[in-house]
């Protein structure tokens, strides 16, 4: 029997990047793997393929709406080839997860393809896809099995006509009308691709606005310019039924008056958010606890209620991030090596890939009304910069939350071109504690977007934006 300092479950961002960091550390680390390729949902059937799809979409978008207007002139029809996307796709997903396992490798790390499931505390059964079972023995665990696509008891996903995220990435055909339900990160990068690309896209949403849980003010503007690009909303709409008729899916819900209305798509989307995926390891058997919403439960160090066992990214709570499973991946590992490091939980970005892309950090402006804490706005829009002109990116703003009385930066909020990219100033800037007026008096490169951080923390200081 093989016996290894730490095993991993799951080779995600999370899973991987901890495995790396448990071999840097000296400790003799296995992976567990139940599928052929490595890299988890992010990898294979999320954050990579779907970024790779909306690149795709955007050049497509951009050759034949806004290539003329800068002096490009393209003779013939310009088509999409939605097999030539997927294809590329594909090819990025491969590259990137062969380079997951040439880490592997290179930092000696054993790697066991199939399911793990726990014996006891300390060994783990593996068991592949022939049915054959191996045992190890690991001092310590990490549990990083992710999530699977949630669910609604009234929508059988069929994978033909009602998909998840998963079917959507590989379609064969470009849908008429694709009915999405759910108004969050994963459907509204989904229903872009797909909206560039000439399908109708119509979004069901039981809140009362997109992406509930970021700041109002980006859920406004991202409603005001994805319906400007036609995508359609309905919101405060309750979705009763999902019904595939063979060539249509009809889709039955009621308004916020009660009153029954329907939807008839050719394809649908079900993205409801995503559910920890634990099945198969047998926690129960062994006694770790698990929360009535299915994570596994852990103290602040991500140590479940049995000692040498860990858990992190999607399976325990928090934000279903790759990049806090990465964070959580190296704390836990530190910890095993006798280290002291942390998370602030507050300043784990979220980001949606549309285009404008949008960006976030910290507190919202709903959230401190809730705490009491009094706050100033400093707020900028992307029009306003000479960058955004001649990229004609003119959509969007930077928001600034700071404290009214210390003037500590609180939270960051932007939606506009490259935002993903520009909020790590603001996370930065926020793990050193600093305030709108630090922020102000840093010297920003001219013409960048990052000048719109800038000029909104000389607004949340006096009102002294320069541009506006």
Not at 419 to 432: G, H, K, N, Q, Y
Request: charged share 25%; aromatic share 6%.
């Amino acid at each position: 029997m093989s016996s290894f300092d730490v095993a991993i479950i799951g080779s995600g961002p999370g899973g991987y990047v901890a495995a790396i960091r448990c071999a840097q550390l000296g400790m003799k680390t296995a992976i567990i793997e139940k599928y052929n390729t490595l890299g988890g949902t992010c990898l294979n059937v999320g954050c990579i393929p779907s970024k790779a799809l909306l690149d795709s979409s955007h050049h497509y978008e951009h050759a034949i709406k806004h290539s003329e207007s800068h002096g490009v002139e393209i003779s013939g029809t310009i088509e999409a080839n939605l097999e030539k996307m997927i294809a590329r796709k594909q090819t990025v997903v491969d590259q990137t997860c062969a380079g997951v396992k040439f880490l592997m490798d290179k930092n000696k790390i054993e790697l066991f393809t199939g399911v793990g499931s726990f014996k006891d505390a300390t060994h783990i059964n593996i068991k592949d896809s022939a049915g054959k079972v191996i045992e190890i023995e690991a001092k310590n665990t990490i549990i990083a099995t992710g999530s699977k696509p949630s669910q609604l008891p009234f929508a059988t996903v069929d994978k033909e006509r009602v998909i998840t995220s998963t079917e959507a990435l590989k379609l064969r055909e470009i849908p008429k009308h694709l009915v999405i339900i759910g108004g969050g990160v994963i459907g509204l990068e989904l229903g872009q691709v797909y909206r560039r690309l000439g399908a109708e896209v119509s979004v069901v949403e039981y809140a009362d606005r997109i992406i509930p849980t970021m700041d109002a003010s980006l859920s406004k503007e991202l409603t005001k310019v994805l319906k400007k690009q036609g995508v359609k909303f309905y919101l405060k709409h309750q979705v009763k039924n999902v019904k595939n008729t063979g060539e249509e899916v009809i889709i039955t819900a009621t308004d916020k008056k009660d009153k029954e209305v329907s939807f008839t798509g050719d394809y649908c989307l079900v993205s409801v958010g995503r559910s920890p995926y634990t099945k198969g390891l047998n926690l129960e058997g062994i006694g770790v606890q698990i929360t009535e919403k299915g994570q596994v439960e852990t103290n602040a160090y991500l140590q479940t209620n049995i000692a040498n066992i860990y858990a992190i990214g999607d399976v325990v709570k928090g934000a279903m991030l790759a990049h806090k499973a990465e964070e959580e991946g190296t704390m836990v590992a530190e910890i095993l090596a006798g280290q002291k490091p942390h998370i602030d939980y507050n300043l784990i970005p979220g980001v949606v890939y549309t285009w404008p892309e949008v960006a976030a950090v910290g507190k919202t402006e709903e959230a401190l009304k809730e705490e009491g804490v009094a706050y100033k706005v400093g707020q900028f829009p992307f029009r306003a910069l000479g960058r955004a002109r001649a990229s004609n990116d003119l959509d969007g703003f930077v928001k600034i939350l700071a404290d009214k009385e210390t003037d500590e930066v609180l939270g960051v909020h932007m939606i506009g071109a490259r935002c993903a990219d520009l909020i790590s100033e603001a996370v930065t800037a926020m793990e050193f504690r600093a305030s709108a007026e630090d922020i102000a008096r840093m010297s920003h490169a001219h013409p960048t977007f990052t000048e719109a951080i800038k000029e909104a923390a000389l607004a949340a200081t006096e009102g002294r934006a320069l541009h506006v």
